[in-house]
């Protein structure tokens, strides 16, 4: 019972931090995090120069086409997170409740917790360290990079995920 118990504690504390994350990005400090979003899409901070320019949206003035691009970048990104915080919490409670249950059962129960998992690590991975990192060229700004928190965030979800899906028959005998 005790393995069972971490691993919902742990899917739940996913889920804990995902609504933390939503909420300073929409409500608590909207401003400073879009800021982050519009110098990593504008790639106003890069060591090369205008070599890769042609990427970047720039000249985010309000009512321009990269002004509403810049919103709907960050909103995207605001609704995945909410979205995987909310697969999180539903699958530490699908797991809560199957956690006296026989390991079939508790394997079943991971369904929503291993989706939550998964799409925050796709959103960490795809979003942060391949179209912020790589296509925006994140990596070569030494004030808007974020790449280091983003390969945090994958590991620590990564290892949270595979202790999920380890064998689990605590119940059985």
């Known amino acids: 019972m005790a393995v069972r118990l971490c691993k919902i504690a742990l899917v739940a504390a996913v889920g804990f931090f995902l609504l933390i994350v939503v909420l300073n990005n929409a409500v608590f400090d ?30 985010p003035v309000a009512g ?12 995207s990104i605001i609704a995945w997170e909410a979205a995987a915080g909310a697969l999180c919490f539903v699958g530490a409670g699908k797991l809560w409740a199957a956690r006296q249950a026989d390991a079939a059962a508790f394997n079943r129960a991971k ?13 960490w991975f795809t979003a942060f360290i391949t179209v912020g990192g790589e296509w ?7 004030s808007w990079n ?13 290892l949270i995920l595979v202790f999920l899906h ?5 119940l059985s005998a």
Do not use: I
């Not at 321009?64 to 909103?75: D, E, K, R, V």
């Not at 369904?111 to 959103?123: C, E, I």
């Not at 380890?166 to 605590?170: G, L, P, W, Y």
């Open 146 to 158: 974020g790449q280091d928190a983003a390969f945090r965030m994958f590991a620590c979800l990564g």
């Open 111 to 123: 369904a929503f917790a291993t989706a939550g998992l998964t799409v925050s690590l796709l959103q």
């Open 30 to 59: 909207y401003p400073s995090n879009y800021g982050f979003v519009q110098h990593v899409l504008g790639m106003d901070t890069l060591f090369s120069g205008e070599a890769q320019a042609w990427r970047a949206f720039r000249d």
């Open 136 to 142: 925006f060229l994140m990596w070569q700004s030494k």
């Open 64 to 75: 321009s086409h990269s002004y509403w691009l810049h919103h709907a970048f960050y909103w």
């Open 166 to 170: 380890q064998r689990d028959d605590e």
